[in-house]
């Protein structure tokens, strides 16, 4: 096995600055064993022996496939089905069973990582308007995620949070070459769309309406600068009335929203 190539100071700073230019990701000075854990790979890929020169490559503006490797390899995806779930109970409770419009009902996933939040929030929906149209919409920067997401075929060990009743009603068994795994079926799997968005870039007009938008466990990577430009993104995106909420382990304090907080993590448009 070759030996780890040493990243200095100097070169850790051109990737702080470089990685939070393209994503607004703020890593903090002990990340840097995690950068090289990480980005060890590319350097050997391309035979560097310095990070300088991986970071000319990437600075070049000549190699966008390799920057969105780099972004890939950065961000960090953990998620999971049902995490959080006060905000499914919120969902189900307030939102869904006190409707009375007959609009699609459109959700967001604005960070979606590899998918396991916008599918929960598909099975959340399937049952609450099993006759009404919805749609849910997952974004992310990160395109190895998004491959996933859409695939929607995961490892058994992922399905803890899922409700026994709603793996039976939702989710595909794998047998045979599948052992192991399972997949969301086909009519949960039509209704959620995932595209590619930085949330830090001002958001396309075609991503539409929504009546919710969940934008969870990513504001703890942004500096409140990120936080407030991202946040003034997304709620352009959000109807009058609808419901914004964010991770349990975040805050908007300090961020003029014109959020209203229902309680902690939840809020809504005015
Ligand atoms: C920890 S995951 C959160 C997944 C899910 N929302 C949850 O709470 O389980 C954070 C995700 O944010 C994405 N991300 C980071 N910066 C982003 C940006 N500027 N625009 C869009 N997505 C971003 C990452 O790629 C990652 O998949």
Redo the contacts with the bound molecule.
Sequence with gaps: MSSETAITDQEFALFQRLLYKI???NLSENKKVLLVGRLQKRLREYGFETYTQYYRLLSSGEHPVEVQTMVDLM??????FF??PKHFDFLRDEVLRLRRDNEPFRIW?????TG??AYTMAMVLAEALPRQPWEVVG????TQ?LEKARRGHYGLDRNEGIPQEYLHKYCLKGVRSQAGTFLINAALRERVHFHH????QPLPAELGLFEVI?L???MI?FDQETKRK?VNHLIQHLKKGGYFLI?HSETLNGIESGLQMLRPTIYRKP
Excluded: C, K, M
């Design positions: 994503s607004g990701i961000t960090t995806n953990e998620t999971y995490r959080e996933s604005a960070a979606s990582s396991e939040e974004t992310d920067i990160s995620v968005a930085n949330l830090t969940f969870r466990n990513v990577y991202v991770g």
